[in-house]
């Protein structure tokens, strides 16, 4: 469990090292992670692959602290959040990392603008600073025009948009999403991957479940996953490009 004293200082956004998750199912124990390892470094833009019910989900859960591992261990930004109390490890997770959905996951009664500016509430900054931050990320993703409008009045493919201004709000390094395309049209999607390129060449971090080669053809590293374990890792041409 202990790190390394020796360990070289790395830009390693997540580390993870035999990395395990079993849920208690009613059958028993059901091993649905089953010791990973990886390395993530700054600026990666990496599609994490694999058929359903291959541990991708699971993965990204414990990689966001949704969840937590039955075993191994996970730093994120160098630190091993096993030893973090719940008020450091959310203060960490703030800063470092953004979430996206497939499902949006906006709040239906909020404008625009006051969906994006939720993380910042919980990060406690004052409402002027949250207005302003919200409507720049809005502007980012070319939604400024929709600032007061409800989710409802907007595309599924703008929804999207909204939710990665939400992942965005609080600067952080690393944006984790699962399946965003899932429920977008071939078009939308592709526009979707435009804008995740976008923030990777400016330097964030990405990682992006998808089952669809086209959409991981856009990152620039493909891990695949199956029955729980990593059983591929190669860079792309976009690596090069
Ligand atoms: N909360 C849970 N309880 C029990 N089993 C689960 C739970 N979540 C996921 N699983 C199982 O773990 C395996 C991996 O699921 P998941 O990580 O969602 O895969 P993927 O995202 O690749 O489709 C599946 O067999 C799934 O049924
Ligand atoms: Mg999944």
Redesign the pocket.
Known sequence: MAQLANEPVIQSVIRVAGLGKS???AAGL?P?LKGVNLEIRAGEFIAIM??????????MNLLGCLDTPTMGDFFLAGSNVAYMDKDALAILRNRTLGFVFQGFNLLPRMSLQDNVALPLVYAGVDKETRRAKARAMLDKVGLGKYAESLPNRISGGQQQRVAIARALVNSPRLILA?EPTGNLDSHTSEEIMRLFEELNAEGITIVL?THEPDIAAHAKRQVK?LD?QIVSDHLTEQATA
């Open positions: 849920y208690e199912t059901f649905a694999g058929p359903s019910g291959s541990g991708k989900s699971t993965f699962d479940v996953f729980g």
